[in-house]
């Protein structure tokens, strides 16, 4: 959590959740700027291989997934960019070793082939075989890349921290792994790459960057980042502490930021929308 403090009042600004109605059909989860974790693949090696598992309390959704993208932050993949992906239901929150792999029986490949490489950062979208996932389990997506040259160290993607070892990768110049019997990773990641999956919808997708400005000793301008084309917002706020539904109610807000009155002087905030 993050405190913001100005004259006589201060607000602990807590993550939220939202309740709102995205138009778009597709799901981002991670939003990190973390780099150099070579998820989902190593485009600084010839070869490489990942898993990365994503909870289903992050997906919150189901349906049929009919498109990755990954947030690209380098300007080529020319080298780098025949991969065969896969996708899996998973009960598994973590690896357990860098031999930990879900095996090939439990994943559905849905692509393989070469894209038009990127000239530049930003979301690269693979349209994929539809995958019908449960909502219920967690999914793995898995990654091989198989073109033997190599890109820079800095043609990477953004990847969010976790708890656990969400991850795990093998890479080298030499060896192409096969998927249907991966080496010994190279290593463990306790971060998963950021992606959208296209396709399904969250009924309650997250915002993000929670700001407190203007405060004055009664009253804050509230304000946050959205994820999606939603127009109207529920807030809750209370004293520090306090726990989501026992606080008070703004319903039906259509400005962001939000200018909240009424409060004590001297006193610490959070907020929840």
């Not at 389990?137 to 033997?148: G, M, P, R």
Request: negative net charge; charged residues 10%.
């Amino acid at each position: 959590m993050r405190k913001v403090t100005c004259l006589f009042v201060a607000f602990v600004l807590s993550l939220m959740m939202i309740q709102i109605n995205d138009v778009r059909s597709q799901v981002m989860i991670g939003n990190g700027t973390v780099t150099a974790q070579r998820l989902p693949i190593n485009a600084y090696y010839g070869f490489s291989y990942s898993q990365v598992i994503y909870l289903a309390s992050e997906i919150g959704a189901s349906g049929d997934i009919n498109a990755i993208s990954w947030n690209f932050y380098g300007t080529s993949l020319t080298n780098s960019n025949d991969w065969t992906i896969y996708l899996g239901h998973t009960t598994k929150t973590e690896f357990d070793s860098k031999s930990d792999w879900i095996p090939i029986g439990e994943l559905t490949q849905v692509y393989s082939g070469e894209f038009a490489s990127p000239t530049g950062p930003g979301w690269i979208t693979i349209p994929i075989s539809n995958f019908t996932y449960d909502g219920t389990s967690n999914l793995v997506i898995a990654v091989d890349e198989n073109k033997s040259s190599y890109n820079t160290s800095g043609d990477d993607f953004y990847s969010t921290a976790v708890t656990g070892n969400r991850g795990i990768v093998y890479y080298s110049d030499q060896t192409n792994p096969d998927p249907a019997s991966p080496p010994t990773g190279t290593s463990l990641r306790a971060y998963i790459a950021n992606v959208i999956l296209g396709g399904i919808q969250q009924a309650c997708p997250p915002v993000i960057t929670l700001t407190a400005t203007d405060i004055s000793h009664n009253s804050a301008n509230l304000g946050w980042t959205s994820l999606g084309n939603e127009t109207v917002w529920n807030i809750e706020y209370g004293l520090k502490g306090f726990e989501l539904g026992q606080g008070t109610p703004v319903s039906g807000v259509t400005t962001n930021p939000y200018l909240l009155t009424g409060l004590s002087p001297d006193t610490e905030y959070e907020f929840y929308v």
